[in-house]
């Protein structure tokens, strides 16, 4: 293809014999958007001059700037862009769950139909086979007691404990009431329990009133000393 220089000398493109060829098949199909096809595709390739994939230069679309006026671009990207898994969603956070007639299985722990296992948070209940001693040395079976006074505080009504998602889970520890009534403080202040590690303030105090009472476990006992001076055997205030 020849055509005029802007100086007046002629120009020639040469295209090579595959686009001859190319451009003489081209004219005896009689197709003209053959040809330009075919035209193109010799364009192209003496352009990339032989060039392997490899060695050519891959260039990235044009990105609009979109940064808003006070605020830093973002880096300037050159490669390909990759979408991040998105992340799971998070826990959904407790919430009181209500259990029916749950078994007791010792002075703080409950057992569901689901067979989840859940401790009363904060508190420490005796053990079954505990024996407590008054001062005039008589033995009494206090676990045993405790446990029994846990379900007659229940009388079959339901518990309500603050749980995540139970499923997947067979123990747990928990705050639980019985209707407005925290069981863990109730425990403590009847002198059923102790308080453990992760006692509140408020638990803690309740266990003391209850051993100055001497109410529950501490029924008969020896006077705390850093209790102020009561009548043995006091009940505690409703």
Same mark, same amino acid.
């Given at each position: 293809?020849? =055509? ?21 098949? =081209?004219?005896?199909? =009689? ?11 010799? @364009? ?51 919430? #009181? ?33 505990? @024996? ?7 033995? #009494? ?44 403080? #109730? ?30 476990? #501490? ?20």
């Amino acid at each position: 293809m020849d =055509g005029a220089h802007r100086l007046g000398e002629p120009v020639t493109l040469r295209l090579g014999a595959a686009a001859d060829s190319g451009a003489k098949a =081209g004219r005896r199909s =009689g197709g003209p958007l053959a040809l330009l096809l075919i035209l193109a595709n010799a @364009i192209l390739a003496a352009g990339c001059g032989g060039l392997s994939a490899e060695e050519l230069e891959v260039v990235p679309p044009p990105a609009r700037n979109v940064t808003p006026p006070g605020i830093l671009p973002g880096p300037q990207v050159d490669g390909p862009l990759y979408r991040e898994p998105t992340p799971p969603p998070p826990p959904a956070p407790p919430r #009181w769950r209500r259990f029916f007639l749950p078994k007791t299985t010792d002075g703080a722990t409950f057992v569901t139909r689901n067979h989840l296992v859940i401790k009363v948070f904060g508190v420490t209940p005796p053990p079954l086979d505990q @024996i407590c001693r008054r001062m005039d040395g008589e033995e #009494w079976p206090c676990g045993r007691t405790a446990l029994f006074s846990l379900r007659m505080f229940l009388r079959g009504r339901a518990v309500e404990c603050l749980l995540p998602n139970p499923d997947g889970i067979d123990r747990a520890v928990a705050p639980c009431r019985v209707g407005s009534i925290d069981v863990g403080r #109730w425990l403590l202040r009847q002198g059923w329990a102790t308080p453990d590690e992760n006692a509140t303030d408020e638990y803690r105090t309740a266990a003391h009133d209850a051993r100055c009472d001497r109410v529950g476990m #501490w029924r008969g006992s020896e006077a705390d000393p850093g209790c102020p001076g009561k009548p043995a055997d006091d009940p505690p205030p409703s």
